[in-house]
Protein backbone atom coordinates (compact mmCIF):
# COMPACT_ATOMS: atom_id res chain seq x y z
CA UNK A 1 0.00 0.00 0.00
CA UNK A 2 1.31 3.14 -0.91
CA UNK A 3 1.57 6.18 1.27
CA UNK A 4 -0.78 8.25 -1.18
CA UNK A 5 -3.78 6.04 -0.52
CA UNK A 6 -3.85 7.39 3.31
CA UNK A 7 -3.54 11.12 2.00
CA UNK A 8 -6.12 13.31 0.58
CA UNK A 9 -4.95 16.20 -2.22
CA UNK A 10 -3.25 19.57 -1.77
CA UNK A 11 -5.87 21.83 -0.59
CA UNK A 12 -8.51 19.45 0.89
CA UNK A 13 -9.06 18.13 3.93
CA UNK A 14 -11.60 15.65 6.37
CA UNK A 15 -13.94 16.42 9.13
CA UNK A 16 -13.92 14.15 11.91
CA UNK A 17 -16.84 13.59 13.58
CA UNK A 18 -17.40 16.31 15.65
CA UNK A 19 -15.82 18.64 13.30
CA UNK A 20 -18.27 17.74 10.69
CA UNK A 21 -21.17 17.84 12.82
CA UNK A 22 -20.59 21.50 14.12
CA UNK A 23 -20.07 22.37 9.97
CA UNK A 24 -23.52 21.21 9.59
CA UNK A 25 -25.24 22.63 12.33
CA UNK A 26 -23.98 26.27 11.30
CA UNK A 27 -25.44 25.75 7.96
CA UNK A 28 -28.26 24.34 9.16
CA UNK A 29 -28.66 27.68 10.83
CA UNK A 30 -27.64 29.49 8.08
CA UNK A 31 -30.22 27.49 5.60
CA UNK A 32 -32.72 27.99 7.94
CA UNK A 33 -32.67 31.43 8.39
CA UNK A 34 -32.39 32.45 4.27
CA UNK A 35 -35.71 30.11 4.36
CA UNK A 36 -37.48 32.04 6.74
CA UNK A 37 -36.01 35.47 4.53
CA UNK A 38 -37.75 33.50 1.27
CA UNK A 39 -35.31 32.34 -0.38
CA UNK A 40 -35.14 29.04 -2.28
CA UNK A 41 -32.37 26.68 -2.46
CA UNK A 42 -30.70 25.95 -6.05
CA UNK A 43 -28.58 23.23 -6.40
CA UNK A 44 -26.50 23.56 -9.78
CA UNK A 45 -23.68 21.21 -11.23
CA UNK A 46 -20.29 20.89 -9.25
CA UNK A 47 -18.47 21.05 -12.97
CA UNK A 48 -19.83 23.99 -15.49
CA UNK A 49 -18.24 24.23 -18.80
CA UNK A 50 -15.49 26.37 -18.51
CA UNK A 51 -16.81 28.87 -21.38
CA UNK A 52 -19.71 29.76 -18.71
CA UNK A 53 -17.25 29.94 -15.95
CA UNK A 54 -15.43 32.31 -17.74
CA UNK A 55 -18.46 34.72 -19.09
CA UNK A 56 -17.41 38.46 -18.54
CA UNK A 57 -15.02 38.76 -16.21
CA UNK A 58 -14.21 35.57 -15.07
CA UNK A 59 -11.41 35.05 -17.57
CA UNK A 60 -9.10 36.46 -14.89
CA UNK A 61 -9.70 33.55 -12.32
CA UNK A 62 -8.99 30.36 -15.16
CA UNK A 63 -5.54 30.15 -13.71
CA UNK A 64 -7.02 29.32 -10.29
CA UNK A 65 -9.87 26.68 -11.52
CA UNK A 66 -9.52 22.99 -11.61
CA UNK A 67 -10.17 22.46 -15.12
CA UNK A 68 -10.61 18.66 -17.11
CA UNK A 69 -12.01 17.54 -20.48
CA UNK A 70 -14.71 15.19 -21.19
CA UNK A 71 -15.19 12.93 -23.62
CA UNK A 72 -16.23 15.64 -26.23
CA UNK A 73 -12.46 17.37 -25.42
CA UNK A 74 -15.01 20.42 -23.80
CA UNK A 75 -13.14 22.18 -20.99
CA UNK A 76 -14.77 21.83 -17.71
CA UNK A 77 -14.14 22.73 -14.35
CA UNK A 78 -14.96 22.72 -10.92
CA UNK A 79 -17.22 25.63 -10.09
CA UNK A 80 -14.53 28.37 -8.32
CA UNK A 81 -17.93 30.37 -7.11
CA UNK A 82 -21.54 30.07 -7.58
CA UNK A 83 -22.63 34.03 -8.71
CA UNK A 84 -21.87 32.68 -12.09
CA UNK A 85 -23.67 29.51 -12.34
CA UNK A 86 -26.81 30.64 -10.86
CA UNK A 87 -26.55 33.34 -12.93
CA UNK A 88 -26.50 30.59 -15.90
CA UNK A 89 -29.73 29.05 -14.17
CA UNK A 90 -31.55 31.86 -14.06
CA UNK A 91 -31.10 32.79 -17.52
CA UNK A 92 -31.68 29.42 -19.08
CA UNK A 93 -34.21 28.37 -16.97
CA UNK A 94 -35.70 30.60 -14.77
CA UNK A 95 -35.97 33.64 -17.32
CA UNK A 96 -39.50 33.07 -16.85
CA UNK A 97 -40.15 33.35 -13.44
CA UNK A 98 -41.52 36.63 -11.24
CA UNK A 99 -38.96 38.41 -10.31
CA UNK A 100 -36.95 39.21 -8.32
CA UNK A 101 -36.02 35.66 -7.57
CA UNK A 102 -34.57 35.11 -3.95
CA UNK A 103 -32.15 31.84 -4.27
CA UNK A 104 -29.90 30.39 -1.89
CA UNK A 105 -27.14 27.54 -1.66
CA UNK A 106 -25.28 25.88 0.40
CA UNK A 107 -22.18 23.55 -1.08
CA UNK A 108 -18.04 23.18 -1.70
CA UNK A 109 -16.39 25.24 -4.48
CA UNK A 110 -13.29 25.25 -5.63
CA UNK A 111 -10.62 27.38 -6.38
CA UNK A 112 -6.50 26.54 -6.69
CA UNK A 113 -5.06 28.60 -3.71
CA UNK A 114 -1.89 28.42 -1.24
CA UNK A 115 -3.74 26.67 1.50
CA UNK A 116 -3.50 28.42 5.12
CA UNK A 117 -5.98 28.11 7.74
CA UNK A 118 -9.61 29.42 6.26
CA UNK A 119 -8.14 29.13 2.95
CA UNK A 120 -8.32 25.50 1.27
CA UNK A 121 -8.48 24.45 -2.45
CA UNK A 122 -11.53 23.04 -1.75
CA UNK A 123 -13.88 25.10 0.83
CA UNK A 124 -17.61 25.79 1.82
CA UNK A 125 -19.59 28.37 1.63
CA UNK A 126 -23.90 29.40 1.82
CA UNK A 127 -25.15 32.60 0.13
CA UNK A 128 -28.08 33.85 -1.09
CA UNK A 129 -28.73 35.45 -4.50
CA UNK A 130 -31.06 38.58 -5.12
CA UNK A 131 -32.08 38.68 -8.72
CA UNK A 132 -34.50 41.70 -10.44
CA UNK A 133 -34.09 44.01 -8.16
CA UNK A 134 -32.32 47.21 -8.42
CA UNK A 135 -33.56 48.88 -5.20
CA UNK A 136 -31.05 50.33 -2.42
CA UNK A 137 -33.94 47.81 -0.19
CA UNK A 138 -32.60 44.89 -2.00
CA UNK A 139 -28.89 45.82 -1.04
CA UNK A 140 -29.98 46.35 2.90
CA UNK A 141 -31.76 43.25 2.70
CA UNK A 142 -29.13 41.53 1.56
CA UNK A 143 -26.57 42.85 4.32
CA UNK A 144 -28.81 42.85 6.85
CA UNK A 145 -29.19 39.22 6.20
CA UNK A 146 -25.53 38.21 5.91
CA UNK A 147 -25.23 40.14 9.46
CA UNK A 148 -27.81 38.19 11.23
CA UNK A 149 -26.04 34.61 9.44
CA UNK A 150 -23.01 35.30 11.57
CA UNK A 151 -25.22 35.83 14.36
CA UNK A 152 -27.24 32.52 14.32
CA UNK A 153 -23.89 31.09 13.31
CA UNK A 154 -23.30 32.30 16.94
CA UNK A 155 -20.43 34.18 16.34
CA UNK A 156 -20.09 37.14 18.55
CA UNK A 157 -17.37 39.73 17.49
CA UNK A 158 -17.39 40.68 13.38
CA UNK A 159 -17.76 43.80 11.71
CA UNK A 160 -18.96 44.65 8.27
CA UNK A 161 -17.27 47.02 6.02
CA UNK A 162 -19.47 48.71 3.15
CA UNK A 163 -18.15 50.42 0.24
CA UNK A 164 -19.40 51.27 -2.96
CA UNK A 165 -17.32 50.90 -6.45
CA UNK A 166 -18.58 53.55 -8.10
CA UNK A 167 -16.74 56.10 -5.45
CA UNK A 168 -13.73 55.41 -6.81
CA UNK A 169 -14.37 54.95 -10.38
CA UNK A 170 -16.72 58.02 -9.95
CA UNK A 171 -13.01 59.63 -9.09
CA UNK A 172 -10.84 58.52 -11.55
CA UNK A 173 -12.94 59.75 -14.05
CA UNK A 174 -12.93 62.46 -12.07
CA UNK A 175 -9.38 63.00 -13.08
CA UNK A 176 -9.34 61.29 -16.93
CA UNK A 177 -7.21 58.20 -16.18
CA UNK A 178 -7.09 55.55 -18.95
CA UNK A 179 -8.30 51.87 -18.12
CA UNK A 180 -4.64 50.69 -17.61
CA UNK A 181 -4.38 53.23 -14.75
CA UNK A 182 -7.73 52.16 -13.53
CA UNK A 183 -6.89 48.92 -13.78
CA UNK A 184 -3.66 49.27 -11.47
CA UNK A 185 -4.79 51.34 -9.00
CA UNK A 186 -7.50 49.04 -7.87
CA UNK A 187 -5.38 45.66 -8.47
CA UNK A 188 -3.75 48.50 -5.58
CA UNK A 189 -6.52 48.76 -3.55
CA UNK A 190 -8.15 45.09 -3.65
CA UNK A 191 -4.69 44.16 -2.54
CA UNK A 192 -4.24 46.56 0.16
CA UNK A 193 -0.69 47.95 -1.27
CA UNK A 194 -0.89 51.39 -0.42
CA UNK A 195 2.86 51.77 -1.40
CA UNK A 196 2.02 50.68 -4.73
CA UNK A 197 -1.13 52.67 -5.07
CA UNK A 198 0.78 55.51 -3.84
CA UNK A 199 3.41 54.86 -6.90
CA UNK A 200 1.34 54.72 -8.98
CA UNK A 201 -0.58 58.33 -8.48
CA UNK A 202 3.08 59.72 -7.66
CA UNK A 203 3.87 59.11 -11.35
CA UNK A 204 1.00 60.45 -12.98
CA UNK A 205 0.59 63.69 -14.20
CA UNK A 206 -2.30 65.66 -12.42
CA UNK A 207 -2.09 68.54 -10.01
CA UNK A 208 -1.12 67.63 -6.52
CA UNK A 209 -4.55 67.83 -5.07
CA UNK A 210 -5.78 65.01 -7.57
CA UNK A 211 -2.94 63.18 -6.51
CA UNK A 212 -3.25 64.01 -2.44
CA UNK A 213 -7.63 62.92 -3.38
CA UNK A 214 -6.39 59.34 -5.52
CA UNK A 215 -4.05 58.35 -1.85
CA UNK A 216 -7.00 59.36 0.52
CA UNK A 217 -9.41 56.38 -0.87
CA UNK A 218 -7.82 53.58 1.14
CA UNK A 219 -8.16 55.55 4.47
CA UNK A 220 -11.66 56.66 4.06
CA UNK A 221 -12.48 54.01 6.43
CA UNK A 222 -14.83 54.67 9.58
CA UNK A 223 -18.30 55.67 10.66
CA UNK A 224 -21.29 57.26 8.37
CA UNK A 225 -19.14 60.42 8.92
CA UNK A 226 -16.56 59.46 6.00
CA UNK A 227 -19.46 59.77 3.73
CA UNK A 228 -19.34 63.93 4.55
CA UNK A 229 -15.66 63.64 4.37
CA UNK A 230 -15.66 61.53 0.93
CA UNK A 231 -18.22 64.19 -0.49
CA UNK A 232 -15.62 66.96 -0.15
CA UNK A 233 -13.02 65.65 -1.91
CA UNK A 234 -14.75 65.22 -5.26
CA UNK A 235 -16.35 67.10 -8.24
CA UNK A 236 -18.41 64.40 -10.51
CA UNK A 237 -21.73 62.69 -10.42
CA UNK A 238 -20.85 59.29 -10.72
CA UNK A 239 -19.03 59.50 -6.88
CA UNK A 240 -21.95 61.51 -5.67
CA UNK A 241 -24.27 58.91 -6.28
CA UNK A 242 -22.19 56.57 -4.76
CA UNK A 243 -22.16 58.08 -1.55
CA UNK A 244 -26.11 59.26 -2.05
CA UNK A 245 -26.90 55.24 -2.56
CA UNK A 246 -24.37 54.33 0.56
CA UNK A 247 -26.37 56.60 2.94
CA UNK A 248 -29.68 55.80 1.33
CA UNK A 249 -28.64 51.43 2.67
CA UNK A 250 -27.40 52.96 5.92
CA UNK A 251 -30.58 54.64 6.87
CA UNK A 252 -32.82 51.17 5.77
CA UNK A 253 -29.46 49.05 8.06
CA UNK A 254 -30.76 51.21 11.01
CA UNK A 255 -33.72 50.01 10.64
CA UNK A 256 -32.76 46.39 10.19
CA UNK A 257 -31.27 46.67 13.75
CA UNK A 258 -27.95 45.96 12.30
CA UNK A 259 -26.36 49.37 11.53
CA UNK A 260 -23.80 49.00 14.71
CA UNK A 261 -21.43 46.60 12.79
CA UNK A 262 -21.33 48.97 9.67
CA UNK A 263 -17.88 50.34 9.49
CA UNK A 264 -17.31 52.36 5.78
CA UNK A 265 -14.89 51.33 3.27
CA UNK A 266 -14.56 53.44 0.29
CA UNK A 267 -11.39 51.73 -0.90
CA UNK A 268 -13.20 48.09 -0.78
CA UNK A 269 -12.76 46.74 -4.11
CA UNK A 270 -13.67 43.22 -4.27
CA UNK A 271 -11.24 40.33 -5.61
CA UNK A 272 -13.95 39.50 -8.89
CA UNK A 273 -14.55 42.23 -11.44
CA UNK A 274 -18.10 41.88 -11.80
CA UNK A 275 -19.55 44.38 -9.03
CA UNK A 276 -21.29 47.23 -9.97
CA UNK A 277 -22.49 49.33 -6.88
CA UNK A 278 -22.12 48.65 -2.86
CA UNK A 279 -19.97 45.80 -2.11
CA UNK A 280 -18.77 44.58 1.51
CA UNK A 281 -17.06 42.27 3.31
CA UNK A 282 -16.87 41.02 7.39
CA UNK A 283 -14.22 40.63 9.08
CA UNK A 284 -13.77 39.09 12.76
CA UNK A 285 -10.57 40.57 14.83
CA UNK A 286 -7.28 38.41 14.56
CA UNK A 287 -8.79 36.42 11.64
CA UNK A 288 -7.25 37.70 8.37
CA UNK A 289 -9.68 37.09 5.99
CA UNK A 290 -13.11 38.18 5.31
CA UNK A 291 -16.24 35.71 6.72
CA UNK A 292 -18.58 36.53 3.88
CA UNK A 293 -18.28 38.88 0.83
CA UNK A 294 -21.03 40.29 -1.91
CA UNK A 295 -22.44 43.19 -3.32
CA UNK A 296 -24.47 44.32 -6.74
CA UNK A 297 -23.51 42.72 -10.56
CA UNK A 298 -26.06 44.43 -12.38
CA UNK A 299 -24.41 43.60 -15.96
CA UNK A 300 -23.51 39.75 -15.25
CA UNK A 301 -26.62 38.31 -16.49
CA UNK A 302 -26.74 40.49 -19.61
CA UNK A 303 -23.29 38.31 -20.42
CA UNK A 304 -25.72 34.90 -20.18
CA UNK A 305 -28.10 37.00 -22.54
CA UNK A 306 -30.76 38.16 -19.73
CA UNK A 307 -30.23 41.91 -18.94
CA UNK A 308 -30.98 42.03 -15.30
CA UNK A 309 -29.81 43.78 -11.81
CA UNK A 310 -28.97 41.60 -9.30
CA UNK A 311 -27.17 41.39 -5.54
CA UNK A 312 -25.76 38.70 -3.16
CA UNK A 313 -23.31 36.97 -0.79
CA UNK A 314 -21.90 33.99 0.51
CA UNK A 315 -20.20 33.14 3.77
CA UNK A 316 -17.14 30.09 4.43
CA UNK A 317 -18.36 28.12 6.52
CA UNK A 318 -14.82 26.89 7.66
CA UNK A 319 -13.60 30.38 8.45
CA UNK A 320 -16.83 30.75 10.49
CA UNK A 321 -15.63 28.01 12.71
CA UNK A 322 -12.31 28.94 12.57
CA UNK A 323 -13.60 32.25 14.30
CA UNK A 324 -15.66 31.09 16.49
CA UNK A 325 -12.83 28.79 17.94
CA UNK A 326 -10.53 31.64 18.08
CA UNK A 327 -12.64 33.93 19.83
CA UNK A 328 -13.44 31.11 22.61
CA UNK A 329 -16.26 30.36 21.50
CA UNK A 330 -16.01 26.61 22.15
CA UNK A 331 -19.93 25.61 22.05
CA UNK A 332 -19.98 22.10 20.77
CA UNK A 333 -23.08 22.55 18.55
CA UNK A 334 -23.82 19.09 18.00
CA UNK A 335 -27.09 17.62 18.61
CA UNK A 336 -26.14 15.04 22.01
CA UNK A 337 -28.92 12.38 22.41
CA UNK A 338 -30.21 9.54 24.33
CA UNK A 339 -28.36 6.54 24.71
CA UNK A 340 -29.98 3.24 24.99
CA UNK A 341 -28.46 0.05 27.05
CA UNK A 342 -30.03 -3.14 28.22
CA UNK A 343 -29.59 -6.39 29.70
CA UNK A 344 -29.27 -9.43 27.69
CA UNK A 345 -32.45 -10.39 27.90
CA UNK A 346 -34.22 -6.80 26.76
CA UNK A 347 -33.02 -6.07 23.48
CA UNK A 348 -36.47 -6.66 21.55
CA UNK A 349 -37.63 -4.09 24.25
CA UNK A 350 -34.59 -1.63 24.00
CA UNK A 351 -35.31 -1.67 20.28
CA UNK A 352 -38.59 -0.25 20.70
CA UNK A 353 -37.86 2.55 23.03
CA UNK A 354 -35.11 3.57 21.00
CA UNK A 355 -38.10 3.33 17.95
CA UNK A 356 -40.27 5.14 20.05
CA UNK A 357 -37.42 7.82 20.93
CA UNK A 358 -36.28 8.36 17.19
CA UNK A 359 -40.13 8.86 16.08
CA UNK A 360 -40.71 11.60 19.05
CA UNK A 361 -37.71 13.27 16.88
CA UNK A 362 -34.41 12.77 19.66
CA UNK A 363 -32.03 11.50 18.80
CA UNK A 364 -30.76 8.09 19.80
CA UNK A 365 -27.99 5.81 19.64
CA UNK A 366 -28.80 1.92 20.66
CA UNK A 367 -25.92 -0.43 21.88
CA UNK A 368 -25.40 -3.43 19.63
CA UNK A 369 -24.15 -5.63 22.64
CA UNK A 370 -25.90 -5.96 26.21
CA UNK A 371 -24.48 -4.27 28.68
CA UNK A 372 -24.39 -4.05 32.69
CA UNK A 373 -25.62 -0.83 33.69
CA UNK A 374 -22.24 0.83 34.45
CA UNK A 375 -20.89 -0.48 31.14
CA UNK A 376 -23.85 1.46 29.36
CA UNK A 377 -22.84 4.67 32.19
CA UNK A 378 -19.36 4.32 30.64
CA UNK A 379 -20.78 4.39 26.99
CA UNK A 380 -23.14 7.07 27.72
CA UNK A 381 -20.04 9.14 28.86
CA UNK A 382 -18.09 8.43 26.30
CA UNK A 383 -20.12 8.95 23.53
CA UNK A 384 -21.28 12.02 24.67
CA UNK A 385 -24.66 11.65 25.03
CA UNK A 386 -26.90 13.49 27.47
CA UNK A 387 -29.18 11.08 28.83
CA UNK A 388 -28.87 7.18 29.14
CA UNK A 389 -32.39 4.44 29.20
CA UNK A 390 -31.34 1.68 30.70
CA UNK A 391 -33.76 -1.25 29.76
CA UNK A 392 -33.91 -4.12 31.98
Known amino acids: MSKTMLEVPYGTRDFLPRSAANKRAVERRIMELFNRYGYNEVVTPTLEYLETLTTGGGRSLEPHMFKMFDR ?23 KDEPMPLKLSYNTSVFRYEQT ?7 FYQAGVELIGASSAAADAEIIALAVESLNVSALEEFEVCLGQVEFANGLMDQFALDPDIQARLKNSLETHDIVGLESIVDGLNLPSESKVALKKIPYLHGDKEILQRAA ?17 IYRLLESYGVADRIVF ?59 RKRQGLIEDLRVRGVYVGYEASKVGAAIETAKKLRAEGKVVELALNAQSRSEAEESQRSKGSVELIYVE
Not at 80 to 93: D, F
Not at 116 to 122: A, D, I, N
Open 116 to 122: LPGRQCE
Open 232 to 248: SMIDNERSRRALENLSE
Open 72 to 94: NNRTLALHHEMTTPIARLVSSRL
Open 265 to 323: DLGLIRDFNYYTGMVFEAYAPAFGYSLAGGGRYDHMLKDFGLACPATGFALGIERILIA
